[in-house]
Structures are given as C-alpha cells and as structure tokens.
C-alpha cells in the first residue's frame, strides 16, 4: 500500500521547509534509512530519510521550492502502484493542515517568556510521529549550550535520531527525561542566560499558547518578520550574506567567498547548487585576469598549494556511539594509572612449539595470556573487582572479556569460568567468540558479565600502548607485540625475544601495590608457561 510522506517538522520552529536536493528520484527502489532528501528548514539544512521500503512513485515538491509543514512531500509505494486516488484527495492532506493550525490557535496567555530564554518542545522528527521518547541527554542542567550541539538522543516510532539545539545558552531546565515519553510540541528544555528563574515557565507552559515576552523581545521579533517579509537582497548594507547552512558550510570547505556567489534561491538567497556550480574565474577582474597572465610566463614561479579541501562525513552507527558514550563516562569518571611490565617470553615460544606439535592441537600466545591472567586473577581477586558508591564487589570467578575489532568498532566476547579452562579451551572458545563477533551473529549474553578484559594489539606489530578500562571492570591488560632484541642474561648480552604488557587500573578499587603484586605473579606464569598446566 502506498504511504504518503508529508513535509517533516525538523526543529521546534519551522513552520515550513524547502527541498534543498533530491537524492532520490522518481522510480527509485528506496530502503528504510536511505536519505530521500536535503531540506532546509529555519535554521538549518538536515537529511531526512525514509522510514518506508518501496518504490519512489511522486515528487510533491521540487528541488528549490518551499511548503509549509505536512505538505505532500511525496509517495512511496509498490512498483506500477495506482496513486491517482491519493494525488486527487488533496483534500485530506488540506485539513490535516488545517487540523493542525486550528490545534495549535492560542486560546490564552500562558506565561512571560523573558528575553533571551528559549522554550525548546518535543519536535516532530518523523510525519507519523506523535510521540517521543528522550533515550539520552548529552546535556544537563547548567551546561552551556552552542548552536548545533547535539541536546539529547529522540527515539521516535520508527528510528532513534539525535536532536540538536539551534539556539546558545545555559541549559536551564529538562521537562522530559531519559527514558520518559511525552506528546510532539510537549516542553522539553528551557534554554536562556546562566541563572534565570524558569520555574513559571516550566510550571504554566502550554502546548500551542501564546507567550507574552518581554518588549526588547517583542522588537527583536517584528523586526524579524519585517525582514522576512521584504524582498531580501545577497547581501545587506553591513555585508551579511544570505545563504542556507549547507551552502556556508560547502563553501567554507572550498575557500569561496561567499559575497561574489549570485543567489538563485528565494529572494536570492545562495543554496547549495549556487556554490557548487561557482567559477571564480567568472568573477574575474580585468586587471586580476592580467596578472594571472603575467605570473603565467614568469621564469621563476613559487609553488602555492592549489589543492581543494575533501571532507568525508560517515553517519555514527548506534554502535558506535555506545562505545563512545560508555568510554567516556569509564575514562571520566574512573580514575586511570597505569602499570608495566616487559616479559621475557623465550620459554613461552618453546612451549607453545611443543604445544602446537602435538596432533589437533592449536594454541596462540593469546590464549597464554588469557590463561595466566585468569591464574593471576585468583591470586589476587581485588584485581578482579567492580567499584559501587556503597560497596566495592570482588569478584570470585573469572570471566575474561576479549577486546575483538569489528567493522564497526569493538566488541567484547566474555570467556565465563576462564580459570576452569584448558588453553586448548581457551583458544577454541575465543576463536568461535571472535567469529560470531565479526559476522554480527553473536548474542548479547555472550558479551555480558566481563569482571576483567585484555586487549592486544601485538598482532599489529604496537609494542606498548594503554587502554581505557572496561567498566564495570577494574582493570583491563594491554598486550603488545613479541620482539627479538639483545637482553642481558646471566651477565651476558644475548638475543633474546621479549613482550610489553600494561595494565589500566581504577585507582577506586586497585591500589599500586596490589596491581604490581598482579603484574608479578602474571609474568611468573608466562615465564615458565609449565606452571599453568599443573
């Protein structure tokens, strides 16, 4: 059945928008996720995607013009689909319009707004969406806010998107939080300068009433719509020029100055085919064109880079952005140290030879060092602990989380009851573990209830590096790579082969004394590799 796709409300104030660019054209097979198009809206340019499979069937607004708000963007349906119904019924999409605008006519005085504070309300982040659920705030009350800082994570019926502030200020005041729904256009912020009373306005605002500012306010406000009003030159008298986001942001990155670019946008405003298809050599003065011509054919010529600025932006994978979130929050909140150690591993190589000569049998100095770290761990369980406001945990079992690189960023397998396996086990287990990580089919249980992780990198060739700490876990063990280089011993310089490892502590739940206590009886077990198999 096809669906109807209105003109989306992107920010709390828009009140219609303009199709920026089409990435989509008539007859496209579309996907849920694929950017359909570029609209720009009051205060800037987004992407706006599908939240349909199909096939595109109509394009109700073509690139460069404008429509308010639940206009008939367009409509996807089944290939060869009759729509003649749905473009003819325009009547339906005029009184949901109508709907709306008598829903949102004030009926009353809500409350002052000073000068300055910002109401920011649920927005409608989807044409279907009537609700929203606030997944995170990456703000809180009393930080400072930027125009363009992300506020918090939306979770709409169809997607989670991030939502973004287009006014400055301190935050003042959150109506929904984390993990609390409520209705589009319901209060979700009040941003203003450091320290306002906002307590009336979070007590008394309404949803669609009018709001008596203060009369500085009001000016600033007529002034605005006397402006929009008007015929809107470039540029003005003071040199503002009038450009969408989107064509600023491209023209920054391609050094043009904006005030030679002819607009071909509404009122002549410079959108983003304006700035993509400019030639500076159009503007060329006479006498500009004369020196280019002279330095031309001179004999001696520096060279001036010429080379054009290449950006890729790649959109963050709800993955990523975990991993971003909980590292931050373990690198910030834990206090970090940092212990090392280097290893002589001549008698690991021999062993793991002998190992490895026996029939069927396969093991990695990884699954070594999973196996002495597990032994270590259970003499010296405060390493293997988890730091609460009320209590430290020490953990009594042993489950080794192993750091595994995957396309999207990093995944952490958890081995469970590792002290009670053979390294044969071991290696047998991270390998599957790893496997299922790399082809997205492992399970979330199988990354759940780490008490320690090791990552290594020496498979890299990185000889040292440290890590961020795994939370809840208080450590985590940096592995780098075997290299041969000359040692003393006995009194002699010999060649031998030699292995950096660091471990990352919580100076919350692990003293210095007990994390070096660790590092010796883990390098005791890895010298003399014998002892794990007793």
């Known amino acids: 059945m096809a669906q109807i796709i209105t003109m989306p409300r992107l920010s709390d104030t828009m009140t219609e928008g303009v199709v920026a660019t089409w990435l989509k054209k008539v007859g496209d097979t579309i996907k849920t996720g ?70 949102a006519k004030p009926t009353s005085v809500a409350v002052e707004i000073p000068a300055g504070v910002k109401v920011v309300t649920m927005p409608r982040l989807s044409d279907t969406m009537t609700t929203g659920t606030v997944a995170t705030w990456l703000k809180k009350v009393g930080d400072a806010v930027k125009e363009g800082d992300i506020l918090a994570e939306i979770e709409t019926d169809k997607a989670t998107m991030e939502f973004e502030s287009f006014n ?25 300068p450091a320290g306002t009373d906002v307590s009336g306005i979070a007590a008394n605002y309404k949803v669609g009433a009018v709001v008596e500012t203060s009369k500085s306010e009001v000016k600033a406000v007529t ?26 942001k491209i023209a920054q990155d391609k050094g043009i100055n904006l005030s030679q670019v002819k607009g071909s946008g509404e009122n002549g405003r410079i959108v983003k085919s304006d700035v993509e298809n400019f030639s500076p050599s159009a ?5 500009q064109a004369v020196a280019e011509a002279t330095s031309a054919v001179a004999a001696v010529k520096p060279f001036v880079p010429a080379g054009e600025v290449f950006q890729e932006e790649i959109k963050n994978s709800q993955m990523r952005k975990t991993i971003a979130r909980r590292l931050s929050e373990s690198k ?30 396969k093991v990695s100095f990884n699954d070594m060092v999973i196996k002495a770290s597990a032994m270590a761990l259970k003499k010296h369980p405060q390493v293997n602990s988890q730091w609460r406001e009320d209590a430290m945990v020490i953990n009594h079992h ?9 396309e999207d960023g ?109 590092l010796q009886t883990f390098k005791a077990f890895m010298e003399n590799p014998v002892t794990m198999l007793a």
Do not use: W
């Open 283 to 287: 503007v060329a003065t006479p006498t």
């Open 168 to 192: 400055a200020g301190t935050l003042l005041y959150i109506g929904v939080q984390e993990g609390d729904s409520a209705p589009v256009d319901t209060i979700l912020a009040i941003l203003g």
């Open 223 to 248: 002034q605005t719509e006397a402006t929009s009003n008007s015929q809107l030159p470039t540029s003005n008298s003071e040199g503002r020029v009038f450009a969408s986001p989107l064509a600023k």
């Open 398 to 406: 042993v489950n080794i989380g192993v750091a595994v690189a995957v």
């Open 410 to 518: 990093l995944m952490v397998p958890v081995l469970k009851f590792t002290d009670q396996m053979s390294l044969t086990q071991i290696g047998a287990n991270v390998k599957d573990l790893a496997g299922k990580a790399k082809s997205k089919k492992i399970q979330p249980a199988e990354m759940e209830g780490s008490t320690f992780t090791i990552s290594n990198l020496g498979m890299f060739g990185i000889q040292s590096f440290t890590s961020i700490i795994n939370q809840p876990n208080s450590a985590i063990l940096s592995v780098g790579a075997i290299v041969e280089k000359p040692v003393v011993k006995n009194g002699q310089i010999v060649v031998g082969n030699t292995m950096t490892v660091t471990l990352a502590c919580d100076h919350r739940t692990v003293d210095g004394a007990t994390g070096a206590q660790f």
């Open 34 to 103: 694929d950017i359909l198009a570029e609209i720009e809206t009051d205060k800037a340019t987004m992407e706006f995607e599908s939240f349909y499979d199909g096939v595109l069937l109509h394009i109700g607004i073509q690139e460069g013009q404008s429509a308010p708000v639940d206009s008939l963007l367009a409509i996807i349906g089944a290939a060869g689909e009759d729509i003649s119904a749905l473009l003819s019924g325009g009547n339906a999409t005029e009184t949901k319009e109508e709907k709306v605008v008598e829903e």
């Open 332 to 361: 910030f909140t834990a206090p970090h140290y940092y212990l090392t150690i280097e290893l002589d591993m001549d008698n690991a190589i021999a062993s793991r030879n002998m190992i490895n000569g026996l029939p069927d049998t």
